[in-house]
């Protein structure tokens, strides 16, 4: 498979846990601006552990709502935390060190091509992460409750 020319492959200096507690111990001054791009806390319910899960991860808004995608680089399943909000949508998201309570729902059909382009302004590289898998990469949409 050929790559796509206008893929820019990320700095993962901080990815996962990491990037999570540098986060949470600086209040977003390190890690909320990720290769470039914005990200959020997210926090969702393990739903077979029940345990808080958190994820950093790439975000934008729409008005009040904020939007992140559960794209994996493109893998062939969906990410854990997705699939965490699935069973539970209650969640709760950190943008710098602002705590707000969301809760979340898959973006529509309708809803989606608008959204994505929102989200592929941020980071072009969704459109060739959706070109290497065959399921459907869905926006979320995190809403303050």
């Known amino acids: 498979m050929s790559e796509d ?28 601006l990720w290769n470039g791009v914005p990200t959020l806390l997210l926090t969702v319910t393990g739903r077979q552990s029940g345990q808080a899960r958190t994820s950093a991860l790439i975000f934008g808004q729409d008005g009040d709502d904020f939007l992140v995608v559960a794209s994996m680089g493109g893998a062939p399943m969906h990410p854990q935390w997705y699939k965490n909000l699935l069973a539970t949508p209650s969640a ?28 592929r302004e941020f980071w072009p590289n969704y459109d060739t992460y959706q070109e290497r898998t065959e399921r459907e990469i869905p926006v979320v949409i995190l809403s303050p409750s």
């Open 5 to 32: 020319p206008d893929y820019t492959p990320p700095d993962l200096t901080l990815v996962g846990e990491t990037h999570v507690a540098a986060y949470r111990e600086t209040g977003g001054e390190t890690g909320y």
């Open 92 to 119: 709760e998201i950190q943008v710098k060190a602002e705590v707000t309570p969301v809760v979340a729902r898959t973006a529509t059909a309708d809803e989606k091509p608008r959204l994505w382009e929102i989200m």
